[in-house]
Structure formats: C-alpha cells, structure tokens
C-alpha cells in the first residue's frame, strides 16, 4: 500500500443543481440543493483513499459544525487527521452551480484554510513518512512552497495541482515532480493554448507534466521524450465536480504502487469516468474494487456513453 500525504484545503461544498447557469444579473430556479463535503486537498485524500492509498491529511476545518462533519467525513473514509487542525472561525466553503450537461462554476471562501501559512509541529515528520504528498493552491502559497521544499529534501515524491491557476514561484516549480493542470490552467501558466505546446513549456520547469482535457483524456511530458495521449472513456456526464480531484488521487495510488506512466493514467481516468456518472464531489469517488473492475472492462463505463 503506498503512504500518500495530502497538504490542503478542506471546504464545505453547497451545490446547486439548475438546468443552466444564470447570466451575470439573472435569477434561475434550481432543481435540487445539497451540502457535499470537499475541498481540492479533502477530495484528493478521499480519492487516494478509496482507490487503496494509505492517506493521511494536512489542513485545517473550523471551529463549526460544518468542521465537525469535515472531519468526520474524512475519519470515514480512512483519512487519518491526526494533523488536521481546528481553527477558531468558519470552515472554508465553496459555492457550486451545476447545470444539466454536469458542468459546474465555483466560488471558493477560505474560511480556515486560509490559517494555514506553515508547517506546524509534526507537519514535517509526517510528510517525510510518505512516498507522495499532494499539493494544491487553496491554501496560502507560503504553506504549499514550505511543503514542496520539505518533501523535496526529504526525497518525497511531490504533486501538485496548480489550482486556482495563478503564477507559480520559481522555488515550487523547483521542488515539484509531477504537473498536474487542466488544459486552462496549463494555458494560464504558459500563455499558450494548445496543451502539447504548453505541455513543453512547463517542462523547462518542471520534469514531469500532466495535462488533463476532460472527457478527452489526458497528455503525459515528461523530459526529452515525445508527449503520450491517454483517452478517456466515453460515459455520459451528470456532474464533474471533484473529477480532476478524482483523477489526481487515483494517479497518485497508481504511480506509488509502481505501475508505467500511460497505464497510471487510464487507471485513473477510469476512476474520473466514474465519478462524473454521480452527483457531488468526495460523494462521487469510485473505490477501488469499481476502478479496478471498470479498467479490465471498460466496455462497462461505455455502455453510459453519449
């Protein structure tokens, strides 16, 4: 079992299903609303969780109920939060629109996730326990870089989602491994809007690069060899919250037990094919029996195909 630490954000997810999102200015009625917990760092933990990771989470909740059932969520799924601190003050939240073809607009509010500025006791010792830690960019970016860094020296292997997209120090860049945007924030880094050649480009920093494209797939740079496509399953999309969160987790559990780049990859394309056939984001994530049985049969994924 590959040991898997998660430094980021927990958010209280409140989802509002319509048939469209409303334009700036206008009101819509929605169909149905729910509170799903989530967060990029939470929802990473629950993915490589569930896809057989031993996990274990770095962040904060606050001192609310929406804390309470955080943790709880996390504890259920096998995450250990023996280093989840509790902040006075709200937890974070995010406000999710999601329309009837599964495409969804966010606003996140940091809530206790914006406490967290650095390393706390015992922060360190965990993360040098790990064969992965998992990085995202909801928490203040002084916590992501003193966490590569201390990865870095202790000779874990670093990944990390550059999500929400903004410019990335050059001491992240030097201490992270693995890439992993989407296909607009890759375009955001590099100003360029074709993934192969933004793919390239983040390689001048980084060794490795994932660009996930959605039901398209994903393209695998990585230095001084050509980019390798993967293609997605075809499956009928209801909600894509949490599906890059989905694939970021799984991938990690999958180059941690040492399977090839492309295969990793499918493997956990398979597991967002999955979760985007579901509503919510932590709620969606497929374990691992239902990965591993789709993977050796993806004709079961594709008969939900468009």
Not at 2 to 25: C, E, H, K, Q
Not at 28 to 55: C, D, H, L, Y
Not at 268 to 274: G, K
Request: aromatic share 2%; glycine share 10%; with cysteine.
């Amino acid at each position: 079992m590959t040991s898997i630490v998660v430094l980021g954000s927990t958010n209280m997810d409140l989802v509002v299903y319509v048939p469209r999102a409303p334009a700036l200015g206008e009101t819509v009625t929605g169909r149905s609303f729910r509170t799903v917990p989530g967060g990029k760092g939470a929802n990473q933990a629950v993915a490589a969780a569930r896809a057989g990771g031993e996990v274990a989470m770095i962040g904060a909740v606050g001192a609310d109920g929406f804390g309470t059932q955080l943790r709880a969520t996390l504890e259920h799924c096998a995450v250990d939060t023996d280093l989840l601190r509790t902040s006075e003050g709200p937890s974070g939240t995010a406000h999710v629109v999601v329309d009837d073809e599964g495409g969804n607009a966010i606003v996140v509010v940091p809530g206790a996730n914006g406490t967290v500025t650095s390393l706390d006791h015992g922060d360190e010792a965990l993360i040098g326990t790990a064969d992965t830690l998992l990085l995202q960019l909801e928490l203040p970016l002084s916590v992501v870089v003193e966490g590569a860094v201390t990865a870095r020296r202790l000779g874990v292997r670093t990944v990390l989602t550059p999500a929400p997209a903004q410019a990335l120090p050059p001491e992240l860049l030097a201490a992270t491994d693995l890439l992993v945007p989407n296909e607009h924030e890759a375009a955001a880094l590099t100003g360029l809007t074709d993934p192969r050649e933004a793919a390239q480009a983040l390689l001048r920093d980084v060794p490795e690069v994932v660009v996930t494209l959605g039901a398209a797939g994903s393209l695998y740079a990585v230095r001084g060899a050509e980019p390798v496509a993967v293609p997605a399953p075809r499956v009928r999309a209801v909600d894509t919250t949490g599906a890059g969160d989905t694939f970021v987790g799984a991938l990690a559990v999958a180059l941690g037990e040492g399977r090839p780049a492309p295969e990793a990859l499918a493997w956990a394309q398979t597991a967002a094919a999955l979760s985007v056939q579901r509503e919510g984001a932590s709620t969606s994530m497929p374990y691992r029996v239902e990965i591993e049985a789709a993977f050796r049969s993806p004709d079961s994924l594709e008969a939900n195909a468009v």
